[in-house]
T-cell receptor
Framework: DAGVIQSPRHEVTEMGQEVTLRCKPI?????LFWYRQTMMRGLELLIY????????DSGMPEDRFSAKMPNASFSTLKIQPSEPRDSAVYFC?????????????FGEGSWLTVV | GESVGLHLPTLSVQEGDNSIINCAYS??????FIWYKQESGKGPQFIID?????DKRQGQRVTVLLNKTVKHLSLQIAATQPGDSAVYFC???????????FGKGTMLLVSP
């Protein structure tokens, strides 16, 4: 299994620019999660989808952040406009469900630096 | 809400020692727990999980203990190796919320 695939692995962008992070979940997984990791706040859940439908987006910081899942094999997290405080590692993860016992598998992350 | 925390931010051990990483959770409704290992520059990697109807589960060189009475779980690594050096996260799931809440992480440093 290829695992969860994220792109880009690293991105450096200027403040105000649009950033789009991409994720391909593990085939057959119907739940997809976007997390953000920083030294100060650790791993924070931004949003999760079940069967391509956003279930909980309460972790999305503000309107500058948006996420979509147009089909079962692809999701995007977009930041527009980006700000320096958005610098973090963004992880996508997937699982076979969203109940107990369904292990969540993480991608390698997208390392974002906004200057 | 769920709050998951770790007792020690850094744990230093010698190669061959047994390591114990502790974690406390606050929500008694949590019913599934996972330990993840995160190496530098990589995503969290699943190590072992345990459901709330169990108090112990063993894997290869790892054991997770769950004490629901005091809302505490631990990860024991036997014969720790330099390759075990990483940050370890515990995570708790309340099936009613359907999402994992992660602790801040403990860095394990293994000296040869």
């Amino acid at each position: 299994d290829a695992g969860v695939i994220q792109s880009p692995r690293h991105e450096v962008t200027e403040m105000g620019q649009e950033v789009t992070l991409r994720c391909k979940p593990i085939s057959g997984h119907n739940s997809l999660f976007w997390y953000r990791q920083t030294m100060m706040r650790g791993l924070e859940l931004l949003i999760y989808f079940n069967n391509n439908v956003p279930i909980d987006d309460s972790g999305m910081p503000e309107d500058r952040f948006s996420a979509k899942m147009p089909n079962a094999s692809f999701s995007t997290l977009k930041i527009q406009p980006s700000e320096p405080r958005d610098s973090a590692v963004y992880f996508c993860a997937s699982s076979t469900g969203h109940s107990s016992g369904n292990t969540i598998y993480f991608g390698e992350g997208s390392w974002l630096t906004v200057v | 809400g769920e709050s998951v925390g770790l007792h020690l931010p850094t744990l230093s051990v010698q190669e061959g020692d047994n390591s114990i990483i502790n974690c406390a959770y606050s929500n008694s409704a949590s019913d599934y727990f996972i330990w993840y290992k995160q190496e530098s520059g990589k995503g969290p990697q699943f190590i072992i999980d345990i459901r709330s109807n169990m108090d112990k589960r063993q894997g290869q060189r790892v054991t997770v203990l769950l004490n629901k009475t005091v809302k505490h779980l631990s990860l024991q690594i036997a014969a720790t190796q330099p390759g075990d050096s990483a940050v370890y996260f515990c995570a708790a799931l309340n099936s009613g919320y359907s999402t994992l809440t992660f602790g801040k992480g403990t860095m394990l440093l293994v000296s040869p």
